[in-house]
């Protein structure tokens, strides 16, 4: 059968106008879905193409819309796997090795990222982190001026050969929830060392903060901005041509171009909502759990500002993903030298307000920081205390203590203030025995003198000798403060102050 030249031409162009049907790198083989809930799994195809995505016994068919955008909702499912996921349209893609589980983002900064290889005991984990309940998907560092819709990462089978440069505290926090719970579980490690939180906040999440309003108008200027300077730049690249063919032929050295010009939002790692657009939006509306945060060193300056950051950071996100108040627990700055000694306790205390918000959580850190080392390497302990939150709030331990002792109340009587605690457990300790460390107490004069503290019952009884008449207490109020008192759980209670001098 003969075929004229231009009947094979029209079928090329036939085949090459239907696109194969693509879905983000998050839906890849080993990958982990989100149990108990609704699960969207969406991508890319022709307009008007037909997909149907069959999974666990369930066949979803949708057409894709006038962008070629399309997605489809899975029934909520049990845990369990492993399953086939098939996705067809004019092709048909197939994952395999598909869990049902427990999926959660962890995200932050450079103690996010900080890889499982650098931590204390690493060496024996690695050994032993070979385990087919545990999946991880590692988002690579990624700026974007742009809301990106896909990254370049799949999911892995925990192994000695990926875990050991994976996030040290997000494989002990799936590893214990894992040991508890025995289902499976996905990790997505999105973080960025040295970052601070405004790159991974979302526009409308500045704009929920009156003095970011900058930011704001920033953002919205970008753009333009580019633009300009893009046109400043082909400009000069109109008269440098003829300039660099003439000293190119003349056999002399021709000089170096313009810098094409970077988008505003791309300068560096700390432009607004540059970290979100990169690493957080390819992944929405991936259906989760919640998530688990560390980050804050490079804000430690912030002090109660860090709360109204944070606040609107998370409800932009929750906003996006469309779950509802998902958990979102986080991490709180071990003690550290940052410059003045009321910089990290200002910081805590802004920390500590954050829980205040719906469905947060915070692993106190007290204890097993390093004054010297912004990165501690006791990862095992922040990753369990992170789990603790979410086995108690959201995976049916009720009964398990997953907090320090957190200031209540302070009643002053004759020379002596009482603290009440929340979050006491079994009783009030001192963690090694020794007296209680990091008291102090103030009078009128507003003048703190280190205190003696003992343990009364579930209260702690604070006085000086030089204060006769005290009106405020402080605990842990120092970058450098290791304080000794504790539950009898072995949690750290959280630095406070009574007043607001």
Known sequence: MKFSFVTILSLLISSLSYADVKLPAVFSSNMVLQREIQ????????PGEEVTVNFSGQSNTVKADADGKWMVKLSAMPAGGPFEMTVRGNNTVTFTNVMVGEVWICSGQSNMEFHLSGSTGSREEIKKATNSNIRLFQIPETI??????????????????????????AYYFGKTINNQINVPIGLIQSAYGGSKIEPWMTIEAFKQVPSLNSAVEYINGSDEVYRRHVAEALNDLENYLPIAKKTFEAGEQVPVPRKWPVHPLERDKQQPTCLFNGMINPIVPFAIRGAIWYQGEANCDDGMLYYDKFKAMLASWRSRWGQGNFPFYFVQLAPYIYG?????????????????????GMAVTVDIGDTIDIHPKNKQDVGKRLALWALAKDYGMEDLVYSGPSYKSMEINGKKAYISFEHVGKGLRSRDGEALSWFSIAGEDKEFYPAKAKIKCEKVVVSSKQVDNPVAVRFGWDQIAEPNLSNKESLPALPFRTDRW
């Open 340 to 360: 003045d000694s009321e910089q990290l306790p200002l910081f805590w205390e802004a920390q500590t307000a954050c829980l205040q918000i719906p469905n947060t």
């Open 144 to 169: 974007s001026a742009k809301l990106k819709d896909d990254v370049e990462a799949s999911w892995m089978v925990c192994s000695p050969n990926f875990a050991d440069n994976f996030s040290a505290v």
């Open 39 to 46: 699960v969207p799994v969406w991508g890319w195809a022709d």
